[in-house]
């Protein structure tokens, strides 16, 4: 007879690729078309987006919010404008990141905002996206996620574009941290000219080809195994 630990030790072997016990970034340097074809690809839902961008000074034009469903405008917990700050180019601004069952609360330079609703703990997905114009950086550093460090995308010059994917956010709690940066030369960019984003999805990446072909070749040593016990 074929022993249950013989077959749960094929499909650890198998799934072991799959299941991951700490966060992993699976896609870096993504364009904008890179990560349009990326988001396609899921299978799932967007959740909300934490961004900073340098806004328009002077008019109370928000730069700091937390974005929701519907429509993932600046309506939620972001509050009609009164998210102004004055931008100092090249000087970082730190960030957190939390859920704690189903909030989501984001906070940065004086702002902070909760997203409470049952999606969030559905969350398990990142992505982290950086836009620049002419003669500007947009940049995270210092990514830390639940204790695992990780490497941000970074945006130069005229329609710069870059993206980093984070999958298998822990199902429990999370708290990531981190910072921003937006630096420029000559004029201030206005607007979403020059921004960063954190999208949160509830999301399944296709599987590569090779997780596939293991899995088949781990269901196809149960079959071999099975044939065997029952001939002994």
């Known amino acids: 007879m ?3 630990s013989s077959i749960g030790l094929v499909l650890a072997l198998a799934i072991g690729g799959v299941a991951h016990a700490a966060p992993i970034v699976t ?6 078309s890179g990560y349009q074809s990326y988001v396609a690809s899921l299978s799932g839902t967007e959740i909300a987006v934490a961004q900073a961008r340098i806004g328009r000074p002077g008019n109370r034009d928000y730069e700091i919010g937390l974005h929701i469903p519907p429509n993932f405008t600046n309506d939620g917990p972001l509050a009609g404008g009164s998210t102004q700050r ?7 601004v730190s ?17 902070s905002a909760t997203y409470t609703n049952d999606a969030v703990s559905e969350l398990n997905l990142l992505v982290f996206r950086a836009a620049s114009t002419t003669n500007s950086t947009a940049a995270f550093s210092n990514l830390v996620l639940n204790g ?21 956010i822990d ?12 630096s420029w030369t000559g004029t201030q960019p206005t607007g979403s000219s020059l921004a960063v984003q954190i999208k949160g999805f509830d999301a399944v990446a296709v599987p590569e080809p ?13 079959g071999l195994l099975r044939r065997r016990a029952g001939k002994a």
């Not at 896609?27 to 904008?32: A, K, R, V």
């Not at 960030?95 to 702002?111: C, E, K, P, Q, V």
């Open 148 to 168: 695992t460090p990780l490497g941000g995308p970074s945006a130069t010059g005229e329609n710069g574009r870059n993206s980093t994917v984070v999958e298998g």
């Open 171 to 182: 199902p429990a709690n999370f708290t990531l941290t981190g910072r921003v940066t937006l």
């Open 27 to 32: 896609q870096t340097n993504l364009s904008d």
């Open 2 to 4: 074929l022993k249950r």
């Open 95 to 111: 960030f957190t990141l939390s859920r704690t069952g189903d909030d989501l609360t984001f906070t940065m330079g004086g702002y």
């Open 86 to 92: 004055n931008w100092i180019s090249d000087r970082p």
């Open 210 to 222: 090779g997780t596939l072909a293991l899995f088949g070749t781990a269901l196809l040593g149960i």
